[in-house]
């Protein structure tokens, strides 16, 4: 009798153990559920906030495709115009080169001159603008436009310096057509720069420098020496450029390994919550059992 009582007092001690075990158990699946309610709301939050992003995103380009559909009509209506202009412009020319060649006195030609130095003066640094400015990724952040615009100032300054130094305009022509030459390339760089080329990219500006100096030291050898310093100070400024464009990849794939490390956590969380709700019908389990001894 004493050996029963001694045996029912062991098992009572073993099944409050057990109690225990359980309480921690299911307080510790609490704990989980409440982590992986949070991860949860979280990760929805996000998803809902990238959505809305997107969602303005597209609506915003959306609206810019529909500024640039109507741009390319008024531009193409003005095209035709200056066309129309052309050929008459073209008609009287050939009369107006009669009356000189009949009267070649009649003509001021310093006036002519002085009115297209005036008219040089107005453009401005227009003439050096990309006519075409393609969507670049950097235009999508605030802080990213922000430094873009700091590097583009550098290179306008440079510019602006380096065309001060040509006396000549034949010179300076050539000048003027390297530059929206460069400009140009440049941009096109930029545009198929993707996460995984940064390499390429930097080589390609590099070979452009190169190909701009071969240009101008076969077609000129006078200006070579200011072409060579002035390619000399872009090349740092283009590369700043392609650095600043990649930023923008280097944000995505970062977002992009966040969202893998956030599922391989909701997977783990949830291997160790069926763990836990193993063990917890395991220990259910053994209760029942020693009840059913008793």
Known sequence: ???????????????????????????????????????????????????????????????????????????????????????????????????????????????????????????????????????LHHNDSKLLRKEMSTNNREITKLLKTYEARYSTKANKTIYHLMVIGLKAELQNILYKLKYTNLDKSQEDAKALINKYLTICGDGNANILPTITRFLSELDPLFQNAIQIEYKYYIQKEKEKEEQRRIKEQMKLEAEERKMLEEEKKKIEKEEEKYKAED
Do not use: C, H, W
């Open 1 to 135: 009798m004493f050996k029963k009582i001694k045996e029912l007092f062991s098992l009572s001690n073993s099944i409050t153990d057990k109690e225990v075990k359980l309480k921690l158990l299911n307080e510790e699946l609490d704990k989980k559920e409440q982590m992986k309610a949070e991860v949860i709301a979280q990760a929805k939050k996000d998803a809902e906030k990238e959505y809305s992003q997107l969602a303005n995103k597209t609506e915003s380009k959306a609206n810019e495709l529909k500024q640039t559909e109507e741009t390319l009509i008024l531009k193409t209506k003005e095209l035709e115009r200056l066309e129309k202009g052309i050929k008459k412009v073209k008609t009287e020319s050939v009369g107006i080169k009669q009356l000189i060649d009949k009267f070649p006195d009649a003509v001021d030609f310093n006036q002519i001159e002085k009115e297209l130095s005036i008219l040089e003066e107005a453009l401005g640094d227009g003439v050096l603008n990309n006519l075409v400015e393609l969507n």
